[in-house]
Nanobody, 127 residues
C-alpha cells in the first residue's frame, strides 16, 4: 500500500476550479505536516501549500494566495487543495507531501526532515 495517494488533477480552462485530494496511510498518516508541491519541466519543485495538522497553521506560496485553500480531515487522514481561479501558470504536476518539522517554524513544516511523496497528479490549465 502506497503511503500517500494523490488525485484530482485534470485539464481545465483558465478561471475554473479543481480540488486535489491526498490520502495518507501507514507511517505518513502520523506526520505533523501535510501539503502540496508542484513541478514543471526544467523548474525546481515548488511548495504550494502546507498545513500543520495539530495547529491548523498554513503556508501558501505568494502566487496562489487568495485562490487556493488547503484543508484537512484528520479522521480520514486526508488533505485537500481547493484551487479556484486557475491560471495557465498553475499548470504542473502536483505532489502531495507529508513531513516532520525539525523546529517550530512553519517553514520547518514546509521543509522538514522526513518527507514522503505521493505519485503526483497532473493539472493542466489552458487559456
Amino acid at each position: 500500500q502506497r503511503p500517500l495517494v494523490d488525485s484530482g488533477g485534470g485539464s481545465v480552462q483558465a478561471g475554473d476550479s479543481l480540488r486535489l485530494s491526498c490520502t495518507s496511510s501507514g507511517y505518513s498518516s502520523n506526520s505533523p505536516c501535510m501539503g502540496w508541491f508542484r513541478e514543471t519541466p526544467g523548474k525546481e519543485r515548488e511548495a504550494v501549500a502546507m498545513i500543520w495538522s495539530s495547529s491548523g497553521r498554513t503556508y501558501y506560496v505568494d502566487s496562489v494566495k487568495g485562490r487556493f485553500t488547503i484543508s484537512q480531515d484528520n479522521a480520514k487522514n486526508m488533505v485537500y487543495l481547493q484551487m479556484d481561479s486557475l491560471k495557465p501558470e498553475d499548470t504542473a504536476t502536483y505532489y502531495c507531501k507529508t513531513d516532520r518539522p525539525r523546529y517550530g517554524s512553519m517553514w520547518s513544516c514546509v521543509r522538514g526532515y522526513q518527507e514522503v511523496w505521493g505519485q503526483g497528479t497532473l493539472v493542466t490549465v489552458s487559456s
